[in-house]
């Protein structure tokens, strides 16, 4: 399957369709008050303020951390997938998060692709299975480069055909 051939501003033209998409359809998206940061088709970085995912210790919820992670990675699929012009359904089929150390002010996420992985082969097999699967490595930076929470996730998407089907 070939990549759709695309101007410099279509990455960040289709970051602004998600944020719309997650603050539509995601209540909590709403209420983290989420936002897209960056976008360069490699990576996708979403923002969230602390005030409103804040914890009980004046930190930020690990809630949202993970929240934010999981958003981060499966946004990092849509992306891609709409990229190429499939509305394929999204999945998160296992995660594993790791916290670091607390946050204390406005944070993101950052999402790519695992070591190893690859689009081409992502797309590939879903052209082939109607199904592909991802490995997504997501982190919550911390100002001294240090990271205060990891995620680790496998994503699956089935083809529009299959999208339907169990």
Not at 84 to 112: K, M, T
Not at 118 to 127: I, M, P, T, V
Request: glycine share 8%.
């Amino acid at each position: 399957m070939s990549t759709v051939p695309t101007s410099p501003d279509a990455p960040l033209a289709r970051a602004a369709a998600l944020t719309r998409e997650l603050l539509a359809d995601i209540p909590l998206t709403r209420a983290m008050a989420l936002s897209v940061a960056a976008c360069d088709g490699d990576t996708l970085t979403l923002a969230a303020p602390l005030a409103p995912n804040i914890n009980d210790k004046g930190c930020a919820f690990g809630g949202s951390l993970a929240s934010l992670m999981t958003l981060a990675g499966w946004g990092l699929v849509k992306l891609a997938c709409d990229a190429r012009g499939l509305a394929c359904e999204i999945y998160v089929r296992d995660s594993a998060i790791r916290y670091l150390a607390p946050v204390w002010q406005d944070f993101h996420a950052v999402a790519r692709l695992a070591e190893g992985e690859s689009f081409d082969a992502f797309f590939a097999a879903l052209a082939q299975r109607g199904k592909g699967r991802l490995r997504v490595t997501c982190a919550v930076p911390l100002a001294d480069g240090g990271e205060a929470a990891t995620l680790d996730a496998h994503f699956v998407a089935l083809a529009p055909s299959d999208a339907n089907q169990g």
